[in-house]
Structure formats: C-alpha cells, structure tokens
T-cell receptor, first 119, second 111 residues
Framework: DTEVTQTPKHLVMGMTNKKSLKCEQH?????MYWYKQKAKKPPELMFV???????INESVPSRFSPECPNSSLLNLHLHALQPEDSALYLC??????????????????FGPGTRLTVL | GQSLEQPSEVTAVEGAIVQINCTYQ??????LSWYQQHDGGAPTFLSY????GLEETGRFSSFLSRSDSYGYLLLQELQMKDSASYFC????????????FGSGTQLTVLP
C-alpha cells in the first residue's frame, strides 16, 4: 500500500463549526505532515509529527489543532475558522531515515487533500 | 531561512525538451527535491539530489550544483500529460524535517 488517504474530500463549514480532517497511511512511515495550500501557491507546512510526537508547529493559529492517535493516523481538528482559512489541506508522510542514498524527509507522499471552504 | 526562485511559467510543445531552473539560498543544505502537481491533484515526488550531478529517472532528470546553489529539472519527450505545476523544494540542516517549497513553475505543453 503506497497511498495516503484523506477524508473528507470536500468540506464546507461555518465559522462557528467544529470539524476534523483525517489522514491515514499504511506505509510504515513515522513522519506525518499537514500542509495548507492556496490556489496557485506552494504547499505551506503547518505541522510535523515524528514517532507520533509533534516536532514542528509553524506558528499555526490555535484554531487548528493536530492529533496523531497512532503511527498510521493523523487528524486536524478545526474550530472557529475564518474565511481566509479556506484552502486545500494536504496530508503527507515520509520515512524518517536516510537509506540507499534517499532522504526520507525530501521524499514525501501526499494525500489527495481536503478542499475546505469556510463561510 | 530559505528562499527559492523558479520561473513562474514555461510553455513548450509536445516532444520537446524543457528545463526548469531553481536557485536557492539556505543557511545549510540537505537536498533539493522536485514535485509535480496537476490541477486539483496532490503533489507527487519526482526526484531528489543531495550531491552534485545528474539523476535520471525515465524522461525526467534532475541536476544539482551545490557550489552554485542551483538545480534544474529536465523533462524530455514532453507529453500533454506533463502539463502541471513543478515545485523545487529544499531541506536545510537548520530546519531538520521541514521542506520549503519554491513558488512553482506552471508548465503548459502544447500540441
């Protein structure tokens, strides 16, 4: 299984709603990431988990709350979002270690994303 | 911090060869990657260079010159399906697990 899955594919929510985005991988990767991507822009890193522990939080507002229940799952809990938070939210995973001349952190596997619209 | 520069748009015809350049500035360096993203799709890893030289994977090749802080992605025998955005990305030693992406190059392949 070389796939990262994300649910839901599309999400529309009001500013007072609470919702969660889910991500799953079964490649045995021990690093998982959340990115935010606006149209015609590159992905922007939000959070990095390694060995199920949060290792990087790129100054993301507290209305975004990540969770890593186990090595295969990654959630992003959303609360009191703003319209400017509308974007494509991408989950990715990677190996942690270098092996055979490859670098895990450089080679990330992305899920299809959740298209979020905040009204 | 890191910064990357790549052209915003490139246009070529089917069967041609195109080169997408990327220059970067980092406080350290731990590899240059390339990703492809079709409209509405997810980024897909294409290649990674940690050392100087050319890496070839089928129709795609990637080159790195660490002394020049420069790399490029070479796409040969272009096909319509190669129309997509292409991002270079760097990981530097200061950021550990973080990839920083360039602004992306929109490649349009014409028939």
């Amino acid at each position: 299984d070389t796939e990262v899955t994300q649910t839901p594919k599309h999400l529309v929510m009001g500013m007072t709603n609470k919702k969660s985005l889910k991500c799953e991988q079964h490649m045995g990767h021990r690093a998982m990431y959340w990115y935010k991507q606006k149209a015609k822009k590159p992905p922007e890193l939000m959070f990095v988990y390694s060995y199920e522990k949060l290792s990087i939080n790129e100054s993301v507002p507290s209305r975004f709350s990540p969770e890593c229940p186990n090595s295969s799952l990654l959630n992003l809990h959303l609360h009191a979002l703003q319209p400017e938070d509308s974007a494509l939210y991408l989950c990715a995973s990677s190996q942690l270690l270098q092996r055979e001349g490859r670098d895990g952190y450089n080679e990330q596997f992305f899920g299809p994303g959740t298209r979020l619209t905040v009204l | 911090g890191q910064s990357l520069e790549q052209p915003s748009e490139v246009t070529a015809v089917e069967g041609a060869i195109v080169q997408i350049n990327c220059t970067y500035q980092t406080s350290g360096f731990y590899g240059l990657s390339w990703y492809q993203q079709h409209d509405g799709g997810a980024p897909t890893f294409l290649s990674y260079n940690a050392l100087d030289g050319l890496e070839e994977t089928g129709r795609f090749s990637s080159f790195l010159s660490r002394s020049d802080s420069y790399g490029y992605l070479l796409l040969q025998e272009l096909q319509m399906k190669d129309s997509a955005s292409y991002f270079c990305a760097v990981r530097d030693q200061g950021s550990a697990r973080q990839l920083t992406f360039g602004s992306g190059t929109q490649l349009t392949v014409l028939p």
